[in-house]
Antibody
Framework: QVQLVQSGTEVKKPGASVKVSCKAS????????INWVRQASGQGLEWMGW????????GYAQKFKGRVTLTRNSSTSTAYMELSSVRSDDTAIYYC???????????WGQGTLVTASS | QSVLTQPPSVSGAPGQGVTISCTGS?????????VHWYQHLPGTAPKLLIY???NRPSGVPDRFSGSKSGASASLAITGLQAEDEGYYYC????????????FGGGTKLTVL
């Protein structure tokens, strides 16, 4: 069965970087884009960016350009989201989700809580 | 604020039906981009409920249906059940944002 399993809770000081992983199984990793979506406490869902695991091509929401980097390790079917210079308002649950092109996000990871606090 | 507008909340009694609207503009829903709907229940990951305007993934009950017309879309839920209580989000794309995915602000469904 398709699964996206994310890494565990992170606590970072403001200004640090955080890297969240998303390990895919149950399907061919290269055939679906991996998207990243976050939800801050009391807020709605916010799309951050996407990556094509086969080509390595990426796209980012304007808000996150220059601060988010999406990468992958195809040998382990794992996608990564790195957020730099974290601030308190980056405290959120971060989700990975797969999709083919503009299709719906059909499978989601369980979410990773990232807390930015001094 | 979101480029896709949803009502903050809707409510209905068990067995009744509700409709959640999603209003966009000429750069997103009006540009013929598909809309997808997600259900987000407390303590869980979001779940794809409706894709490409009106299609249900396998396993989603037919109590859930979607439609789209012009720059607006809607999600209808019939036969409300207590376990439907949670948040519902529409999602599309916007060419003024470099084709980025965009979410509506979300609607809290309360089953009375």
């Amino acid at each position: 069965q398709v699964q996206l399993v994310q890494s565990g809770t992170e606590v970072k000081k403001p200004g640090a970087s955080v890297k969240v992983s998303c390990k895919a199984s149950g399907y061919s990793f290269s055939t679906y884009d991996i998207n990243w979506v976050r939800q801050a406490s009391g807020q709605g869902l916010e799309w951050m960016g996407w990556m094509n695991p086969k080509s390595g091509n990426t796209g980012y929401a304007q808000k996150f350009k220059g601060r988010v980097t999406l990468t992958r390790n195809s040998s382990t079917s794992t996608a990564y989201m790195e957020l730099s210079s974290v601030r308190s308002d980056d405290t959120a649950i971060y989700y990975c989700a797969r999709a083919r092109g503009l299709a719906g996000l059909d499978y989601w990871g369980q979410g990773t809580l990232v807390t930015a606090s001094s | 604020q979101s480029v896709l507008t949803q009502p903050p909340s809707v409510s209905g009694a068990p067995g009744q039906g509700v409709t959640i609207s999603c209003t966009g503009s000429s750069s997103n829903l009006g540009a013929r981009y598909d809309v997808h709907w997600y259900q987000h229940l407390p303590g869980t990951a979001p779940k794809l409920l409706i894709y490409a305007n009106s299609n249900r993934p396998s396993g989603v009950p037919d109590r859930f249906s979607g439609s789209k017309s012009g720059a607006s879309a809607s999600l209808a839920i019939t036969g409300l059940q207590a376990e439907d209580e949670g948040y519902y989000y529409c999602q599309s794309y916007d060419y003024r944002l470099d084709g980025s995915r965009v979410f509506g602000g979300g609607t809290k469904l309360t089953v009375l």
